[in-house]
């Protein structure tokens, strides 16, 4: 049985779709078994009894707007992030799902779950959309931004195997994000670490990549350091956001585009439902030493499903375990 950790208080409309979400992983999922951490009474409109549910009751949770996560850690290990983490320290759960603050779920990796050793830094690694629909991992977006190349030949190897394991995607191409294509573009740092990715073993460099690309490159994995990352998170976001209230304006710009509109209904949806990143899952945090994943702040019940789907089938892959071995095989040999 698959044990998981669930804040039931993070996110902007906790706790009404994360509750729903988990009743809907466990009559999906025969083979997991949920711990939801908040304040029941909030959380009692929304709950349903189930054999493989469990609540532990606290009234105390992090603001979405939390703006000093170690403060609060240090001051109140009663908040339900951090209890639904220590659940996963003390080994009664093998992962944790929040929708909650990043940063806080960021610091209470560190202080609570632990870095990996194998691993020197720990990055925040979204499934962003793809034109292929089997989305990519793009990473760091935003946990560190000073890095050494050492640092996301790691990131690489984890994501290869996350890609493999969990996207079900033989052989991932990993690409390193930068202004050309060409190995001498970029600054030393990309130029750095172009050639310690194309010498490595364990990842199968595609090479350099161009953010016009982001959505319909053969590449499985996209690389960079977690301020360009997150710069290019945001502006797919912005831009997918920007398209979506272009074309609404559009439809609605005369009888005869609104008359077509209702015949594109199914296809309007379907291309709204591919710019959904909830519907491959949330982001991975990728180092700690179990599975923490941070699904989107504005999860609704079907976004949330996917943190958990995602979570129970890293659990499954053993993930967590393929990365020490092979990190630890790698550090071998540089040895």
């Known amino acids: 049985m698959i044990r998981l950790a669930v804040d039931g208080m993070g996110g902007d409309y906790a706790p009404e779709p994360i509750v729903k979400g988990t009743l809907m992983a466990l009559e999906k999922f025969d083979n997991i078994e949920i711990t939801l951490f908040g304040d029941e009474t909030k959380m009692a409109p929304f709950l349903k009894q189930h054999p493989r549910l469990h609540v532990m009751h606290t009234p105390h949770y992090l603001d979405m707007g939390e703006k000093d996560p170690i403060k609060q850690y240090r001051t109140n290990k009663e908040l339900s992030m951090f209890m639904a983490m220590q659940h996963v320290r003390d080994g009664k759960s093998d992962a944790v799902i929040s929708a909650g603050p990043t940063q806080a779920l960021v610091v209470g990796g560190h202080f609570i779950i632990r870095r990996m050793p194998e691993m020197r830094r720990v990055a925040i690694a979204p499934v962003i959309p793809s034109f292929d629909g089997k989305g990519r991992i793009l990473l760091d977006s935003g946990a560190n931004v000073d890095f050494k190349p050492e640092h996301l030949l790691d990131f690489a190897v984890y994501a290869t195997i996350m890609s493999n394991k969990v996207l079900k995607i033989k052989d991932p191409k990993v690409a390193l994000i930068n202004i050309g294509t060409e190995d001498s573009k970029g600054r030393d740092f990309d130029k750095e670490t172009f050639a310690l990715l194309k010498a490595s073993k364990d990842i199968n460099f595609y090479g350099n990549l161009e953010p016009k690309e982001l959505l319909t490159t053969e590449a499985n994995i996209l690389l ?80 949330f499903f996917n943190g958990i789907r995602q979570a129970k089938e890293m659990v499954e892959a053993n993930v967590i375990g393929l990365v020490t071995e092979t990190l630890s095989k790698k550090e071998a040999v540089e040895e």
């Open 224 to 303: 960079s350091d977690g301020f360009t990352a997150n710069i290019v998170m945001k502006t797919m976001e912005g831009t997918a956001k920007g398209m979506g209230m272009i074309l609404k304006r559009e439809l609605k710009s005369s009888i005869f585009t609104m008359i077509g509109a209702l015949f594109m209904r199914k296809g309007l949806k379907r291309f709204k439902k591919s710019f959904d990143a909830s519907e491959i899952g949330g982001a991975l945090l990728m180092g700690f030493n179990s599975v923490v994943i941070k699904a989107q702040g504005a999860s609704k019940e079907n976004g």
